[in-house]
């Protein structure tokens, strides 16, 4: 929090909030694995994580986090928003 503080400082309640909702979906749902980066193998058991914009498995019991698989374009004068799932993003967008 202390480089959300220093780098955009409106940001912090709405950092706060949404770390606060990831360690509650993270810490109250049974994730079976790490990841899954491959589509093609999207099947039982739910990861943690997955592609950013990739289909959900139907096998899977709960939503994983949408995660970006490449930062290259990524450095401290970008803005980072957690916008939740990938399929509500115009709902975040006014946030």
């Not at 480089?3 to 994730?31: F, G, N």
Request: aromatic share 10%; proline share 7%; net charge negative.
């Amino acid at each position: 929090m202390d480089r959300v503080s220093a780098v955009e400082p409106d940001e912090l309640s709405h950092t706060e909030t949404d770390l606060r909702a990831i360690y509650e979906q993270w810490s109250t749902h049974d994730y079976d694995r790490w990841e899954e980066l491959k589509p093609e193998a999207f099947d039982a058991p739910t990861p943690l994580m997955h592609p950013l914009g990739a289909n959900c498995s139907d096998d899977w019991s709960t939503n994983p986090f949408e995660v970006p698989t490449s930062m290259r374009s990524v450095d401290s004068e970008c803005s980072v928003r957690i916008v939740g799932s990938y399929g509500s993003y115009g709902e975040s967008e006014n946030r």
